[in-house]
């Protein structure tokens, strides 16, 4: 848990599963109506399902309740879900400019080794 959640605050949390076929891939808000010991429920902006609550979150993990692959991931800020969004695109290009037909084959022996360098794990020395 990051944060203390108090009733009233505020997160923004997006579909995941197969809920983003009918809701769309973007965040709404979210508000917190009721804490329990290990759960939160929080009212979704334009959702009606769950309880009159809102929908049950896991206090630690912050994922909605599991229904087979539905659910709803809550976030603290809209940066968070950004960052995520923003590391995921940069991991699928360069992904794709490494793959086997991709254009990492025109790099230098010198950019190879700037990278190589970049890329390695403090352990390894």
Same mark, same amino acid.
């Given at each position: 848990?990051?944060?203390?959640?108090?009733k009233?605050?505020?997160f923004?949390?997006?579909?995941?599963?197969?809920?983003?076929?009918?809701?769309?891939?973007?965040?709404?808000?979210?508000?917190?109506?009721?804490?329990?010991?290990?759960?939160?429920?929080?009212?979704?902006?334009?959702y009606?399902?769950?309880?009159?609550?809102?929908?049950?979150?896991?206090?630690?993990?912050?994922?909605?309740?599991?229904?087979?692959n539905?659910?709803?991931?809550?976030?603290?800020?809209?940066?968070?879900?950004?960052?995520?969004?923003?590391?995921?695109? @940069?991991?699928? &290009?360069?992904?794709?400019?490494? !793959?086997?037909?991709? /254009? $990492?084959? +025109? @790099?230098?022996? &010198?950019?190879?080794?700037?990278? !190589?360098?970049?890329? /390695? $794990?403090? +352990?390894?020395?």
């Amino acid at each position: 848990m990051k944060d203390r959640i108090v009733k009233g605050q505020v997160f923004y949390v997006v579909p995941i599963g197969n809920l983003v076929r009918h809701y769309g891939p973007d965040a709404r808000k979210g508000v917190v109506t009721k804490i329990g010991r290990k759960y939160i429920y929080i009212q979704i902006d334009g959702y009606y399902g769950g309880d009159e609550e809102g929908v049950q979150f896991d206090k630690n993990t912050l994922r909605g309740d599991q229904r087979c692959n539905s659910s709803w991931k809550a976030f603290y800020s809209m940066q968070e879900i950004e960052d995520i969004r923003e590391k995921n695109r @940069l991991h699928n &290009e360069l992904q794709k400019f490494f !793959d086997w037909d991709g /254009k $990492s084959r +025109e @790099l230098t022996l &010198e950019q190879l080794r700037a990278i !190589d360098e970049i890329i /390695k $794990s403090p +352990e390894e020395g």
